[in-house]
């Protein structure tokens, strides 16, 4: 048994060190996520896989339901609402397996037209709570840019005349 050396500073590491640090960094990656997966679950699958459990659980909830005319409709209502929840289901997994790129490219677009539509909520919302203190600059040059008229383009188009109060 030969003890191998430490490289000295003007040799290069040796093949066996750089696969000792590649292997200890993967030992210690896995043991992060198995610390997260017993923390908080497995993580999400991608949207393809959420989308076909979802309509798994559906199959399985509609599957379950009894027949609103209970009795009446009986065994028959049972299997022909288990018959369209199959044809359901055979007709969309082939879809979300041949396209799973496709629903992840959507799930993305969905958070970004999330969140433009928060952006313009909250601009709105502050021009609309902004009071005689709060005014920003920019609603200042709006007011002032209108002619003095004091409408701004937050407020309605109603054809309302204006009131002085004063």
């Known amino acids: 048994m030969s003890e191998e050396r430490p490289a000295e500073p003007h040799e290069e590491p040796r093949v066996s060190d750089a696969d000792a640090w590649a292997t200890a960094c993967a030992e210690d990656l896995e043991a992060e996520k198995a610390r997260r997966r017993t923390t908080y ?4 699958g991608s949207a393809a896989e959420e989308l076909k459990k979802l ?3 559906v ?5 379950g339901l009894q027949s609103p005319l209970g009795a009446l409709a009986g065994p028959a209502a049972q299997q022909m609402v288990k018959q369209v929840v ?4 055979a ?3 082939p879809v979300i397996e041949r396209n ?3 629903f992840d490219h959507l799930a993305a677009a969905g958070g970004e037209l999330l969140a433009a539509y928060r952006s313009a909520v909250q601009s709105q919302e502050q021009r609309w709570t902004a009071g005689p203190g709060d005014v ?3 609603w200042r040059k709006e007011r002032e840019s209108d002619g003095g008229k004091g409408r701004d383009r937050g407020e309605g188009t109603g054809s309302g005349e204006r009131i002085d109060l004063d």
């Open 55 to 57: 309509v798994d659980s």
């Open 136 to 138: 920003t600059d920019e």
């Open 59 to 63: 199959a399985d909830k509609l599957s």
């Open 86 to 89: 199959q044809q359901a289901k």
């Open 91 to 93: 007709a969309v997994e």
């Open 41 to 44: 679950g497995p993580p999400p």
């Open 100 to 102: 799973p790129g496709v």
